[in-house]
């Protein structure tokens, strides 16, 4: 007895010991990141997050089976923490049972039922890595690029934690120590039926509710009490020794989100890490000083919260199978990036821990993070939709990139014309103020351009966006919204000269400096003639101005027009006509739907339309795949694999859909564009749902 209590505990004490130190270290390293506004949301937001994300594993059952598998395994080491309890008090008593609970069928059954569940949980990951193993698959695979060695061996370690337990009480069934049995027996025993019983009269008075202890004890039982006595204590000891052994394994592996993961989905951007970016220092050039870094371009740049997302993430690979620029051959995986800058944290871990001078270190991008990578994101926001530990690529991505075209002034050439546009003309065209009522000429009737105080009759501000003042196809857009608002008799005014670009894809692209700017202007405008409700067609100008403006002062009234055209319909101002039959397919714009969780309005605009038939894309609301124009990618060459429009716009065009509709100007033009190239424009038109609602009206 004794010798087995200084052996299980001279485990604990080394194995936990090193743990320990592991983790201490590991939060140093996280407290040495840049602070992270924002983070606590409070005792009952951050509550009824860990309860739905953590607890009910919500993102995870996305994904069916290996959501399942991965639900019984976590809870299976929840509720398996009673068998540690148990394996600990019988160290030093054979007879131990955890006070009041330890001998009730219930607890014999849970435990059995969990440890049966986490082998077959078990059973199933293995399948599911052989199945999508990177050298069947190849890029395909979600584990492209995981560290495999340490996934195998993890599992590994899960099924000897399992089955040593399941063999020690087995054995204890069969030496009369099983904590769950024996009221039969203890009863048999003190009337005098049973002396000195068999290892099977044993296992036959063990409670039925420990169902795969049984199994075992049946397996162990003809060894005999003597060799079950023994194989009591070394599978005990093994247990114990697997468990800290694992705690040590896991301290040093990806694994590490066992422990890290409810932390980082605690302190995470709420309800999501999408929408608008995070709040940043304001630019104004008064605040900065020889010292100031903008961006992230060293490890020391990123927020603890940066590089607590960077140990937590699992290499599950969900962003990765989702990422419209890994699916397209892009170099960009937002796993290989999340583990690339884990490795970098780590290699850089003494510098931070000791408050070293980086100034000899290189440059993360292009050492760490190779710059086709970064710019190929278009921050469509599927990562972090996906991650089941709410790790926010977008953000890191951003923030590299903001010190690239800020510090390093590194970005893509065409990407220069475009901030230089900006900056100049205010589009990311560079036509002008002067082009932006042009779509007007269009109308029969009259729009009010506002220059003062917008006037009391007049409810909605229509902001039209570059992309629909500007583009030809964008117009086209712009021009179907206003008659349909006008038809519904919706009083709505425009800017027309004074409207300018939001700053979306300069912030996207990493020149906060120029976003802010644009930014101020455009609110400084709207408190000027007084704007409150803003209906915006463009989902780029809808995210920024809803959920970044406010950030800089901008506190407005924002509505999508699929938003309002779906109200104007479900309260009969708008009445959809009948003259157009045909199926139509609604491509989910990442800013309106993902971003904004704006999934509903536009297919409620769509299938209140007499005779259109909807059909549905297989990736489609959360799931939507980008058009490829978003993160400032619509102003860059696409020269690596195939182009991100024209995947999408193959899915499209498989449904046999006679119109692919949209709600963003942006996708317009990408989808047109594929379909074009497809050769298919003959038969299939691409259209905002605004221009499919007026082709239902016109006789
Ligand atoms: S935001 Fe989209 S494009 Fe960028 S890394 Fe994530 S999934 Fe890929
Ligand atoms: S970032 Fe998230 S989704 Fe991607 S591999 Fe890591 S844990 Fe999985």
Known sequence: MLARIIIGLGITVIFFSIAGRRFYWLSKLMRSGQPAPRRWQGFRKVSETEVVEVAGQKKLLKWTVPGLAHFFTMWGFTILMTTIIEAYGSLFSRRFHIPLIGRDN????????????VLVSLVVFTIIRIKNAPSRKERESRFYGSHLGAAWAVLFMIAMVIVTLLLYRGAQINTGYFPFENQYL???????????????????????????????????????????SVLEAVF???????????????????????????????????????????????MDMENVTEDTVFGAGKMEDFTWKQMLDFSTCTECGRCQSV?????????????????????????????????????????LVPTTIDPDVLWSCTTC?????????DIEHVDAIIDMRRYEVMMESRFPTEAALLL?????????????????????????????????????????????????????RGRKQAVSTARML????????????????????????????????????????????????????CPHCFNTMKNEYPDLGGDFEMIHHAQLLSHLVATGRLVPGVAYEGTVTYHDPCYLGRHNRVFDEPRNVLDAIPGVTTVEMGRCREKGFCCGAGGARMWMEETIGKRVNMDRTTEALGTGADIISTACPFCMIMLDDAVKANGRDEEVTVMDISQVVERSLQG
């Open 106 to 117: 219930w607890l014999a059954f849970t435990e059995d039922f969990f440890a049966t569940a």
């Open 186 to 228: 203890h009863g048999a025993q003190s009337f005098g039926f049973l002396i000195g019983p068999t290892t099977h009269q044993l296992a036959s008075f063990a409670s039925p509710w420990a169902f795969a202890s049984k199994i075992v004890a049946s397996w162990l039982a003809p060894l005999g009490v003597g060799v079950n």
């Open 236 to 282: 005990l000891l093994l247990n114990i020794s697997v468990i800290a052994g694992f705690l040590v394994f896991v301290s040093y592996s990806k694994h590490l989100h066992i422990f890290l993961a409810p932390i980082n989905i605690g302190v995470s951007r709420r309800p999501r890490a999408l929408g608008g970016l995070d709040k940043t220092p304001d």
């Open 323 to 363: 990422c419209p620029a890994w699916t397209t051959g892009k170099p960009l995986s937002p796993k290989l990036l999340i583990m690339g800058l884990r490795d970098n944290m780590f290699a850089s871990a003494d510098r931070l821990l000791s408050g070293g001078s980086n100034a000899d270190v290189a440059t």
């Open 381 to 389: 926001g599927s990562c972090v939709e996906q991650c089941p530990v």
């Open 420 to 472: 230089r546009n900006m900056e100049n003309q205010g589009d990311p065209w560079g036509l002008g103020s002067s082009q932006r009522t042009k779509w007007l000429d269009a109308l029969d009737f009259e729009v009010p351009i506002i220059d003062g105080p917008i006037p009391e009759d007049i409810e909605y501000l229509y902001w039209v966006g570059c992309a629909g003042s500007l583009d030809e």
């Open 486 to 537: 006008h038809r519904a008799g919706v009083s709505f005014g425009i800017l027309g000269p004074r409207e300018s670009c939001t700053g979306d894809p300069a912030r996207r692209m990493g020149n906060e400096y120029l976003f802010q700017e644009m930014a101020k202007a455009n609110i400084s405008t709207l408190h000027e003639v007084g704007a409150k409700k803003i209906v915006a067609s």
